[in-house]
């Protein structure tokens, strides 16, 4: 677990210094320096790509983590990454063709409600190429253990650009029109960045010859294709959807709430760059007993962390909307519900490695489209009735179910859960902290209200989880920090 520990705390460092900025940005300078509906339509685009680069990826940066460590020699090596950098440039020339012949009746679809989307129906493809190339070769680094440059560039590098841009709108620089185009460029200097580093960490050759075992390669990746599509789908349906109920302007107040609960993932985010391929080489090397003791360890650390951001967010986030524009309203079930479902995916761990990494990863595709159809009719029904909140609780429904099959299913096919007696114990803790504080504010200016509340909050947190040894890894940790170990 050394290269683990080492790599997901720089890992966290990254992601949390990247979420901060990225609070920056959505929390007051989107909400300051953009009106409402050009707030709405940024929002919109990115999720609209969301669901378009994993069908261009093809599911090859799953598949490079899956089969790049069962090549033993360099040509095998060349061949397979050769395949798998033109398996998504065949997609996206097919996507491109098809989008560039229908593309009058695509702006049709935006003509009655929501006209400010019409100019930048283009960027949803460019920004979906970017990404799916983007996560390509950062699995191509991953692969090499090396996943701290590609996480900077995932976390810091686009939100940073984005700042700039932000205040040269605000200082006149730049229009609001040339920001969005600015933001692609960003995107597409990224790639180029996470490309010339990954052809350094391996002097690649392209090789047209396909890999001795190309067909399963391709069938597993048409596979995971669809399982990511459908995962990515649960994530962005419900701001897509939004847009068709609601006006645009919804789109960034819902992504607002949205986006505080979704600083859950940071855990699990940055853990995920190392033990994804971690988990891939202890399934190739059928190493079970190591598998196991990843899976829950990963589990209850992931769990034990999020937790506590579950708990600072859901009791810090009334004084949080005092410091935002009025016009942004806080809708509280949205951020406990999708804080909910964030929560539920931390505690899975290393789940989706086990099973991506498998040969019982095409059971998930199964389960992933029942699901898929399921929260589309969820939003379909719940969003008309209860407006944003009702996309929350749709996203809630269908992730919770989702991620109770995969559990059923590692166990069911590997006889292992991630579950133990201290996982109960910080379930009783986040329960009983979330009801004692939420309710509870210093009469002060929000954000030292924000600061006092969080420092009390979590010195006891921390303090419970160590004398109780919740986590054997985190107390080995924390007794470092004296040492400064």
Request: net charge positive; proline share 2%.
């Amino acid at each position: 677990m050394g290269i683990v520990v080492n790599q997901s705390i720089k890992n966290v460092i990254i992601t949390c210094v990247g979420f901060g900025i990225g609070a920056v940005n959505t929390l007051f300078l989107f909400t300051k320096f953009l009106e409402e509906e050009y707030y709405g339509l940024v929002s919109y685009l990115f999720s609209a790509s969301n669901l378009i680069w994993p069908l261009m990826a093809f599911g090859v940066h799953n598949t490079i983590v899956k089969f790049y460590s069962s090549y033993t020699n360099s040509d095998q090596q060349n061949r397979f990454l050769s395949m798998m950098l033109l398996l998504p440039l065949c997609i996206a020339v097919f996507i491109g063709a098809i989008g560039s012949a229908l593309y009058h009746y695509i702006l049709d679809f935006f003509k009655d409600d929501n006209t400010i989307v019409q100019p930048y129906v283009w960027t949803i493809y460019v920004l979906a190429i970017t990404l799916s190339y983007f996560e390509i070769f950062f699995a191509w680094a991953k692969v090499k253990l090396k996943s701290v440059f590609g996480n900077i560039l995932k976390e810091l590098f686009v939100r940073i650009g984005t700042m700039i841009l932000l205040l040269f709108v605000y200082f006149k620089v730049i229009t609001v029109q040339q920001f969005i185009y600015g933001i692609i460029v960003v995107y597409i200097l990224r790639l180029l960045m996470m490309m010339l580093y990954a052809f350094t960490l391996y002097k690649f050759r392209f090789n047209f010859s396909l890999p001795a075992n190309h067909i399963a390669v391709f069938k597993y990746s048409l596979l995971i294709l669809l399982a990511g599509s459908v995962a990515t789908l649960l994530i962005d349906l419900d701001k897509t959807m939004i847009e068709r109920y609601l006006p645009i302007e919804y789109v960034a107040k819902y992504g607002i709430c949205a986006y505080i609960a979704s600083v859950i993932i940071i855990p699990s985010r940055a853990m995920h760059q190392i033990t994804y391929p971690l988990t891939a080489k202890l399934i190739n090397e059928k190493s079970f007993k190591q598998l196991k003791e990843l899976y829950k360890k990963s589990s209850l650390n992931l769990f034990a962390i999020s937790g506590l951001l579950f708990v600072l967010i859901i009791c810090n986030v009334n004084e949080l909307f005092r410091l935002i524009p009025e016009e942004y309203e806080l809708f509280i079930w949205v951020v406990l519900l999708i804080g909910g479902a964030k929560l539920f995916d931390n505690l899975l761990g290393n789940n989706n490695s086990i099973l991506f990494n498998s040969d019982y990863y095409r059971l998930i595709l199964y389960i992933g489209i029942g699901m898929a159809v399921l929260a589309f009719l969820l939003n379909w029904i719940c969003i008309p009735i209860f407006g944003v909140t009702g996309a929350a609780i749709a996203t809630f429904t269908a992730v919770f179910c989702y991620n109770l099959s995969k559990v059923w299913m590692v166990y069911s096919k590997f006889k292992m859960h991630p579950f133990s007696k201290e996982t109960f114990s910080i379930i009783a803790l986040v329960i009983v902290f979330t009801l004692g504080f939420y309710f509870w504010d210093f009469q002060f200016h929000p954000i030292l209200n924000i600061v006092i509340k969080s420092i009390i909050i979590g010195a006891i947190y921390i303090a419970l989880l160590y004398f109780f040894r919740v986590s054997k890894d985190i107390n080995d940790l924390l007794k470092k920090i004296p040492r400064g170990a």
